[in-house]
T-cell receptor, first 111, second 114 residues
């Protein structure tokens, strides 16, 4: 009964490096989301997906790319990390009619 | 544009005291409203939600919230706070365009004194 699993939980990058965050859900949910959480700003939607093979931009998409090749996985990529991308990243999923379930978060530091 | 405002950044209450966390939203249509709780180092857990019907909504852990359309508010309440309620609380509104997207407030951090 894992729900939404994010890997890795912690990562430190140098400016300009690339990385991928993986989100996996075992609830057969159609929709998946990536958020970033910054102090005093709540959660902001980066990208989302409404089904396998689809992606769409959220509120703050610049500097990020996503892919959903399999229904259960949603990947968030940073091609060239910047210090402004230091944040806590949350993945969530939801059924077509229902509420979002969140993962435990991935803390990223870009030096 | 849609927005959610949580006017209180930090709130401190004594254990056993009542609690009310404020949330105001901006949305032209009937909103879908949510309260989530985040314990330190954890993800967000859904406390309760309002879609339609009875404007007083009961949630988990003894929380309730009341939707007041005239005030564009969805305040969270608990009659008696426990030390384990110390956490950050987020109000959210369903975003226009569907797909269950959410717009979050900035959060209210609750501290509980023994």
């Amino acid at each position: 009964n894992a729900g939404v699993t994010q890997t890795p939980k912690f990562r430190v990058l140098k400016t300009g490096q690339s990385m991928t965050l993986l989100c996996a859900q075992d609830m057969n949910h159609e929709y998946m989301y990536w958020y970033r959480q910054d102090p005093g700003m709540g959660l902001r939607l980066i990208h989302y997906s409404v089904g396998e093979g689809t992606t769409a931009k959220g509120e703050v998409p610049d500097g990020y790319n996503v892919s959903r090749l399999k229904k259960q996985n949603f990947l968030l990529g940073l091609e060239s990390a910047a210090p402004s991308q230091t944040s806590v990243y949350f993945c969530a999923s939801s059924p077509e009619a229902g509420s979002q379930t969140f993962g435990a978060g991935s803390r990223l530091t870009v030096l | 544009a849609q927005s959610v405002t949580q006017p209180d950044i930090h709130i401190t209450v004594s254990e056993g005291a009542s609690l009310e966390l404020r949330c105001n939203y901006s949305y032209g249509a009937t909103p879908y409203l949510f309260w989530y709780v985040q314990s330190p180092g954890q993800g967000l857990q859904l406390l309760l939600k309002y879609f339609s019907g009875d404007t007083l909504v009961q949630g988990i852990k003894g929380f309730e919230a009341e939707f007041k359309r005239s005030q564009s508010s969805f305040n969270l309440r608990k009659p008696s706070v426990h030390w384990s309620d110390a956490a950050e609380y987020f109000c959210a509104v369903g975003a226009a365009g569907g797909y269950n997207k959410l717009i979050f407030g900035a959060g209210t951090r609750l501290a509980v004194h023994p």
